[in-house]
């Protein structure tokens, strides 16, 4: 069964400074890969997703995930961030052609001015 | 810019008590997901549908959780009796295509958090 490992529930780092967002995964085929972001009772918004082809992905609001598997892990960087990047973070995984998502269980990122 | 829709935002309930949460997904959208998410914790699927058929429920709680899509557009989310552990977010998404589209992006409504007393 394909399952989502999200390391850290809490990660803080300042203004300005890197943000790496840990994700490793498990699927017995090729998976799709994704990162959602959640701002406090809003739904769930697409950052970026690895489907096929380069396994650097580029996302909106600056944020980028590369796809390695050879260590089984899909992490989320941004180069500098931002007050406004403080939100919840979910790394998800499809199995091949099925549709269903399994969420990890989410990383809180705070920054700190 | 097409949004997924959901109403109630908010709901306080009673143990016992009938709720039931509505969504309406982008239009054209053939694949409408009903998600229950508990605070601290990621999204788990309840129910999805394709058109108007139910194409995976096996995580929806049938005792007392019932899903339709009667017309294959909105669609309701129902719980009776509703039981403390019940109180979450529950979301509503919706993707373009079906089955088989892997890698597909879900697009989200605003959710609708529900406190069971």
Redesign the interface.
Known sequence: AQS?TQLG?HVSVSEGALVLLRCNYSSSVPP?LFW?VQYP??????LL?Y??GATLVKGINGFEAEFKKSETSFHLTKPSAHMSDAAEY?C?V????????I????TRLSIRP | EAEVAQSPRYKITEKSQAVAFWCDPISGHATLYWYRQILGQGPELLVQFQDESVVDDSQLPKDRFSAERLKGVDSTLKIQPAELGDSAMYLCASSLGGPGQGGETQYFGPGTRLLVL
């Open positions: 989502v529930s799709y959602y009772n809003q739904g769930l918004q697409l997703k489907t096929t979910f998800a499809t199995k091949g052609s099925a549709s269903k998502i969420f990890g269980s989410g």
